[in-house]
């Protein structure tokens, strides 16, 4: 694996990474995205610190996470569901 070392800048602190190399572009689009939303919340909301706006961040981009696993799950459930009939007709075809 080809590692390449990068620094990302977030909430005006330099964070060193040693990253795959092919990684590169999307270390670098998570911090600037990150740092988008927080310049967005800091005119939306009132704040004490970035702390505060990287904890709002953090919330915001758990939840979606959590979403997207919550459909994923049901979506796969349900192909399960249509699988499980293609197989027993199937099943039923070739034994009659």
Not at 37 to 65: I, P
């Amino acid at each position: 694996m080809n590692e390449l070392t990068i620094s990302v800048t977030i909430a005006d602190r330099p964070y060193k990474l040693v990253i795959a190399a092919e990684h590169e572009g999307l270390f670098r689009q998570a911090a600037e995205l990150i740092e988008r939303r927080m310049r967005d919340y800091s005119g939306s909301y009132a704040y004490k610190d970035k702390q505060d706006l990287l904890a709002m961040v953090a919330l915001e981009y758990a939840t979606n996470y959590l979403q997207d696993e919550h459909m994923l799950s049901e979506h796969g459930q349900d192909q399960e569901q249509k699988l499980a009939k293609i197989d027993k007709l199937l099943t039923e075809y070739l034994a009659g």
